[in-house]
């Protein structure tokens, strides 16, 4: 069966640092987001992404923070300088065109020192 | 401003019971909720949607059913087992040009040998 793949599972950054997570959507998926949750905390939209632009964002989704596809299958996430209070796991998701589940990747644990 | 809320926050049950999870929203105009599983460190499976307009939604051992007026959802499993041990998370996702799920607090069950 299909899946949402994401890597890398765990990174480990200093403040400041700027880090990138990547996703593979599921193929022929349409609609992309990223969540997150912060240990012991709700999972929380952070943006969603169709048709090669940012369809909604949240307050948490600063100028910090940007999306990219840069080719057919990769969605990326980048934080340009990271806080520790970004520390979360952040997960991937993505949506057919047609449907309307959301199918959540396995996280990547994000730990900013 | 939707708020999702899930009660009990854990909850422990000996192996064979059925049991039911319960899912409280405050404003009643979504379009649809959707129960998800997340196991320790992992990534979040979805398990069932439910489109406002339906009453009840099945798959094996799994019925969630949905009150959309009083603003509730219920995830009832009959015959638990110890692998459905895991946080059980509802999400809904408003009505509106809007597609982000808005996540509650989870219920953790333990089902025991």
């Known amino acids: 069966e299909p899946e949402v793949t994401q890597t890398p599972s765990h990174q480990v950054t200093q403040m400041g640092q700027e880090v990138i997570l990547r996703c593979v959507p599921i193929?022929?998926?349409?609609?992309f987001y990223w969540y997150r949750q912060i240990l012991g905390q709700k999972v929380e939209f952070l943006v969603s992404?169709?048709?090669?632009?940012?369809?909604?964002k949240s307050e948490i989704f600063d100028d910090q923070f940007s999306v990219e596809r840069p080719d057919g299958s990769n969605f990326t996430l980048k934080i340009r300088s990271t806080k520790l209070e970004d520390s979360a796991m952040y997960f991937c998701a993505s949506r057919a065109g047609g449907g309307e589940t959301q199918y959540f990747g396995p996280g990547t644990r994000l730990l900013v020192l | 401003k939707q708020e999702v809320t899930q009660i009990p926050a854990a909850l422990s049950v000996p192996e064979g019971e059925n049991l039911v999870l319960n899912c409280s929203f405050t404003d009643s105009a979504i379009y649809n909720l959707q129960w998800f599983r997340q196991d320790p460190g992992k990534g979040l499976t979805s398990l069932l949607l439910i489109q406002s307009s339906q009453r009840e939604q099945t798959s094996g051992r799994l019925n969630a059913s949905l009150d959309k007026s009083s603003g509730r959802s219920t995830l009832y499993i009959a015959a638990s087992q110890p692998g459905d041990s895991a946080t059980y998370l509802c999400a809904v996702r408003q009505s509106g040009a809007t597609n982000k799920l808005i996540f509650g607090t989870g219920t953790l069950l333990a089902v025991q040998p």
């Open positions: 193929s022929n998926h349409l609609y």
């Open positions: 992404f169709y048709n090669n632009e940012i369809s909604e």
